[in-house]
């Protein structure tokens, strides 16, 4: 039953304080960095995707640099991604323990059901984007496979890797 409301994170905090928002759609480090652990106590994982990370640059100024530059480059951004992708989760994983022993934060995890209905609620926006994308000649529907193809293939990986407990091999 919630709104939609787009803003800059910087201005959230306030808004929570304020009454004018009453949650946030974020990754956890939002809750250490921009203190919304002060005014948000309860979370849901929803285990979704929240920020791309690209690096980008001018296409001539690309086309200008030697090949063996634009090798490397390319054979770096596997590596960027990994280190991005786990600088990341790490620093959410410190600022949600924080929230949970400095502000009594509570997280839940939702159920298969509840996964299974956010899923039914959300498909409209996934379709929206599609379409948006698609207009702009971008092939939305492969690059939204591809995300949750990996997102997919991330998951089965920390799966793997995290003990019945929850603590990482």
Known sequence: GGQSVSMPMSETPEALEKGVGKGVFSSCDTL?????????????????????????????IWEKLPKDIQETLDTFADEHNLWTG???????????????????????????ADKAKMETAVAPLLKAWVE??????????????????????????????????????
């Open 132 to 169: 948006k994308m698609t207009a702009a000649g971008i092939d939305g529907k492969a690059v939204l496979a591809d995300v949750m193809a990996r997102r997919d293939a991330l998951n089965a990986a920390h799966k793997e890797n995290t003990a019945q407990d929850g603590s990482a091999k």
């Open 32 to 60: 250490k960095d921009l203190n919304v652990a002060e005014s948000c106590r309860y979370g849901r994982t929803l285990n979704s995707s929240v920020y791309p990370f690209v690096v980008i640059m001018n296409k001539k």
């Open 86 to 112: 786990n600088y990341v989760d790490d620093w959410g994983q410190k600022a949600l323990d924080w929230a949970i022993q400095e502000k009594g934060f509570e997280l839940a995890t939702l159920s298969d």
